[in-house]
């Protein structure tokens, strides 16, 4: 027979085996993240380009959703959208062509070599036109008529003159081709330095142009500064 004192410490042995054993919070918190940080269980996570792909993505679709809730028609609504901004920027780019030639200063002559006659530039011009090489045979066609007009003396002959200033100065002597030589010179402007492509229709006006100016007779200085006025 066990005493009082020997039951009680019989059943508190007892309830010791059958109760756990509680751990602390911060213990077993710190125990969880030792064993889920173990590589067995990493091994199908994806890398760090997926996982920025995928957050990627995700700010994508999360944009078009905002963008699409916002716009009349929804989805559709901002497709077309989206298809009108590329059609107007694919227009700018054909207007206006190549951004880095955009800007143009001063220095951008007209003659890029030594001085020639405007007979051979003319020869130049029609040889590149027999090949239907219209860029060249454009700025051939612009360097003749410029170098034309300094033989004859409307302008002077001066190193490093471009299309533009050429034009404006040949206009007040010959105002009735004003307008055409302003289009020359930008045609010129824009194959030379825009990026653009000629074609024969471009090249026959400035050649149309080039005759037509051989046979005009200019203005007076007194003339052509009244037709300034």
């Known amino acids: 027979m066990l005493g009082t004192g020997g039951a009680t410490a019989a059943l508190l042995a007892g309830a010791n085996d059958d109760v756990p054993v509680d751990t602390p919070r911060d213990p077993a918190r710190e125990a969880a993240e030792r064993e889920l940080s173990r590589p067995m269980y990493h091994e199908n996570d994806p890398n760090l380009l997926e996982r ?8 994508v679709d999360s944009l078009f959703g905002a963008a699409s809730s916002g716009t009349p028609g929804g989805l559709i609504g901002l497709v077309a959208v989206i298809l009108v901004v590329v059609a107007l920027a694919a227009a700018l780019w054909w207007r206006l062509g190549k951004p880095q030639r955009a800007v143009r200063t001063s220095s951008d002559s007209i003659f890029e070599d030594g001085p020639r006659s405007a007979s051979a530039h003319r020869t130049a011009a029609d040889k590149h036109a027999a090949a239907e090489r219209w860029n060249q045979a454009v700025q051939e066609r612009m360097r003749a008529i410029v170098r034309s007009l300094e033989e004859r003396t409307l302008l002077d002959a001066r190193p490093g003159r471009t299309a533009d200033e050429a034009a404006a100065e040949a206009g007040r002597p010959l105002p009735h081709h004003a307008d055409e030589l302003r289009a020359a010179a930008r045609i010129f402007d824009d194959v030379t330095y825009g990026g653009r492509t000629a074609d024969r229709q471009a090249y ?10 051989e046979s005009t007779k200019p203005l007076s ?5 009244g037709a300034a006025e």
């Open 221 to 225: 200085v007194t003339a052509a500064e």
């Open 204 to 213: 026959e006006r400035l050649r149309d142009l080039d005759l037509a100016l």
């Open 52 to 59: 920025a792909l995928d957050r990627f993505w995700e700010w």
